[in-house]
């Protein structure tokens, strides 16, 4: 299993609004991709990172998938490239450009 991790800065004022963006773009294109293992949607709210921007959040997803073949078949040829959305500009997010993937070792259920 890869697990696929993308981060923004999100102003707190469109919080909400981008998490139910974030929904209704990237969550639902990726569990509609062959190969979706599943995903987590992290919040991090410790201002002292964001140099200077504050008022921000730090949102993350992360995706889980059963094989490279299945994030290309999401991301595209460029799996490091981040997938961005139109509208992503109304909530004034900050993006990563680039994501990080993991080979998954180890995953115990909840």
């Known amino acids: 299993m890869?697990?696929?991790e993308w981060k923004c800065l999100c102003p707190t004022r469109h919080r909400e609004g981008f998490l139910i963006?974030?929904?209704?773009t990237g969550v639902r294109e990726a569990q509609a991709t062959p190969g979706y293992q599943g995903h987590m949607v992290l919040e991090r709210l410790d201002q002292t990172?964001?140099?200077?921007?504050?008022?921000?959040?730090?949102?993350?997803?992360?995706t889980f998938w059963d094989s490279w073949e299945?994030?290309?078949?999401?991301?595209?040829?460029?799996?490091?490239?981040a997938v961005l959305y139109p509208g992503d500009e109304r909530y004034e997010?900050?993006?990563?450009?680039?994501v990080r993937h993991y080979e998954v070792l180890q995953k115990a259920g909840a």
């Open 21 to 24: 963006h974030l929904e209704r």
């Open 93 to 98: 997010i900050v993006p990563d450009k680039h």
């Open 49 to 62: 990172c964001h140099a200077g921007r504050s008022g921000s959040v730090e949102i993350g997803l992360t």
């Open 70 to 81: 299945a994030i290309r078949a999401f991301a595209g040829d460029d799996p490091e490239r």
């Open 2 to 4: 890869i697990a696929r």
